[in-house]
């Protein structure tokens, strides 16, 4: 039977890194999505800006929409606070597996909650299901055009506090024009393009950075 390619990623990283070694997971999945086969995870680019924006926040709880395969899941638990919560919730059951096995060859499985569903119905349940009053930081990396639906549910849902920053990824391709344009033109948010380029590509790209106001 043919492997699909979260599949073939997983056999690069448990070929290519170190048992228990997150930046070896990282540096192989970019690797092997670099060189061998393209795959949607955020990248080396815009995951240093990633990077930054979690140890400048140093959050207690995060929240990622769209794991895939856990490489972003994998770069923002590496940096987390012992304590910290963290949930990250995937649509396709292939893909969850898939990330499962990433996350634990990283070592990381005790950082990470990883749960199956759709955003829709999973954001409304988080507060009572995780015991989570808000979100420090939300990583938006799941279909575009939940974006704005989803981050207008978790304003309804109380999961967002004065300080809140939420994240989106390819807000530029395959784009969020929806979400840009409610985000950027809310008097509820600041928010900040950082420009980079879609993974592994010369193609433009970003994250916009939004911090809720309350
Ligand atoms: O679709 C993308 N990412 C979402 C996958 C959808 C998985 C979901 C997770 C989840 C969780 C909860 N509820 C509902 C959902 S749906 C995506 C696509 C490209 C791309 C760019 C250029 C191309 F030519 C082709 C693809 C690049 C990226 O960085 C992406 O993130
Ligand atoms: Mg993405």
């Known amino acids: 039977t043919q492997s699909t390619r979260p599949q073939r990623l997983l056999s690069a990283v448990q070929k290519n890194a170190t048992r228990g070694d997150p930046c070896s997971v990282v540096r192989a999945i970019d690797d092997f999505c670099r060189h061998k086969e393209w795959a949607m995870n955020v990248g080396d680019e815009k995951g240093c800006i990633l990077d ?19 490489y972003s899941t994998v770069r923002i638990a590496r940096l987390l606070p012992p304590d ?7 649509f396709n ?18 950082k990470v909650q990883l749960v199956e569903g759709a955003s829709g119905d999973w954001i409304p349940k988080i507060k009572e299901q995780f015991g989570i009053k808000t979100f420090d930081l939300v990583f938006l990396d799941h279909w575009k055009d939940r974006y704005l639906p989803d981050t207008k549910l978790m304003e309804e849902c109380g999961l967002l506090r004065k300080g809140s920053v939420l994240l989106a990824d390819n807000v530029i391709c395959p784009g969020t024009p929806d979400y840009l344009e409610y985000i950027r033109s809310s008097p509820k948010y600041e928010s900040r393009y950082f420009k980079s ?3 592994y590509t010369k193609v433009e790209d970003g994250l916009e950075k939004s911090i809720f106001l309350g």
């Open 84 to 90: 910290a919560k963290f949930i990250t919730l995937e």
């Open 93 to 110: 059951p292939g893909f969850a597996a898939i990330a499962r096995q990433v996350i634990a060859w990283a070592g990381l499985e005790e």
């Open 197 to 199: 380029h879609l993974e």
């Open 52 to 70: 930054s924006v979690v140890s400048e926040m140093n959050p207690a709880a995060v929240l990622e929409l769209g794991t895939y395969c856990g």
